[in-house]
């Protein structure tokens, strides 16, 4: 079992920046590929970005491709998605979550076992 908790939404001007947090506990959490996901109101929940167990490869979609960026710090149990030039459309509620299969690329959310809470971004006009 793992369980993720998520850290560092907030309201923020378009053009700036946030650092989100996700916090892991759990047995085997290194093996785990993780993955933000966000929805925003009306919408369904929509793939962010992903990152393999071994932290080698990283994956965005294209509406946060060079923008965005999701690391892992193993020793913390802990992955980041940093988001800068933040716009009104990236508004959403904010999940990571946790892939049992670590080394490939998937971006479905039945895909995800384990989910945190989620974490509210605002980005204002």
């Known amino acids: 079992q793992v369980q993720l908790v998520e850290s560092g939404g907030g309201l923020v001007q378009a053009g700036g920046s946030l650092r989100l947090s996700c916090a892991a506990s759990?047995?085997?959490?290194?093996?785990?590929?993780m993955g933000w996901f966000r929805q925003a109101p009306g919408k369904e929940r929509e793939f962010v970005a992903r990152?393999?167990?071994?932290?080698?490869?990283?994956y965005y979609s294209d509406s946060v491709k060079g923008r965005f960026t999701i690391s892992r710090d193993s020793a913390k149990n802990t992955v980041y998605l940093q988001m800068n030039s933040l716009k009104p459309e990236d508004t959403a509620v904010y999940y990571c979550?946790?892939?049992?299969?670590?080394?490939?690329?998937?971006?479905?959310?039945?895909?995800?076992?384990?989910w945190g809470q989620g974490t509210q971004v605002t980005v204002s006009s």
């Open positions: 990152i393999t167990g071994s932290g080698g490869n990283t």
């Open positions: 979550a946790g892939d049992l299969q670590g080394n490939f690329y998937r971006t479905r959310v039945y895909q995800y076992a384990y």
């Open positions: 759990g047995r085997a959490y290194s093996t785990y590929a």
